[in-house]
DNA sequence: GAATGTGAAGGCTTTCACAGCT
DNA sequence: AGCTGTGAAAGCCTTCACATTC
């Protein structure tokens, strides 16, 4: 629903650009890649070494970054530094994001003191929990406030994404009072469903999902077909239902 | 295409009995939201009311139930406990996983504390580390080993999933020798690509990238069509072509 | 010659809408 | 009357294959 002047109907909403969410989702990992070839000292990449150093196939990387523009040479490649820096303003990462963590539990902590924040646009502007034992503890140099200033520390420093690390019974009220503050996109970490009024993003990583979708797949290996071993009688062939 | 005796052409691998993939992401969602109700004391619900639980339509949900079988009640709707328990079934969660985590830093430790693998099928089942100083430290009842005994930690246990919480520049090596051990499946947490032979299935939690894609979002946000701003004329419209 | 950029084809996923069951 | 289970339609995403460009 890009807001033009006179609001023309537009039948999906994908960015506000036309670029399919599931590129999206693959450009910073493009963005890794490059970042390590850079540093290996490569100045120029085939879509087929790229493609490789993501984990991706080329013709998916080259449709990704068709979306993004022309930004290779046909017969040649893409040129490293300049292929990155094109995909980190497409994500917006030219600015910086200041980040607000609520939930100082050992999650919090650990989201705290990565230092892959910083490195990418984000940065770390407050720390946030509701014991007043942690209020004023340091980690990765910032001080933990207390839940009652979460207002102020998102208003003072223009938070706009906020980092939900409290247990699941406490995750929709920090939420709602995040976007209360001015929060527009929330990372959350409780396994919980967050409900968020249009507008405010949410991204959801759940441990235990991930681990439970393994579990599925090991399980298959294991026994790749009961139904097969079990339920069919020796020679007779059943059609399922 | 179930696998029969005949070893039959298989088009696709999903799971080994049919269930598409993009079901299988969401059934550990859906038996989150059934313990849930479960704990309220409400012994049934539609699909409806399960699909709010769950943050997605009821149409979805009832396609996602209709690959695991007719577990509801036309009328009616589906009994959270019996349902409950076919997810589980399904997931494989009546058994149990041992997991083994490596890497001990702030993550390693926040999982290794994490309660919410005990209640989901999954078993700690050993913590292991490169840092001797850390050796023998207790998390979560368990101590940590050296990466010196990882083959044994993982052998010993029968761990068939290996959690990944090094550094990156240690992932591909750990990943190396947890399949070497007979792990088969990965979850990481490390920023990098991880190469592992056929059968092996990894998953990948990436943090930074879960905020790149939030960022990209609020950028469009913040200049919702940057092109109409600048591009187009006061008061002409043209048609997006 | 080599590798990008891209229509077209093929798959997968979601949504629709209703037949079928209780 | 109400709600599930499911074909069919619509929408996305990936893969193919090649015209185009350097």
Known sequence: MTATVTDVHVPRERGARGIPEATIARLPVYLRALTALSERGVASASSEELAQAAGVNSSKLRKDLSHLGSYGTR??????EYLRYQIAREIGLTQDWPVVIVGMGNLG??????GGFATRGFRVAGLVDNDPARVGEVY??????HLDDLEDVVSRHRASIGVVTTPSAAAQQVADRLVGAGVSAIL?????????PNGVDVRKVDLSIELQILAYHEQRKAHPDPLAAVVLPTDQQVRPA
């Open 140 to 145: 990765g140099q910032m001080p933990v406030r």
């Open 109 to 114: 902590q650990a989201l705290a003191g990565y």
């Open 75 to 80: 017969g040649v490649g893409y040129e490293v």
């Open 188 to 196: 959350n970490f409780a396994p919980t469903v967050l409900t968020v």
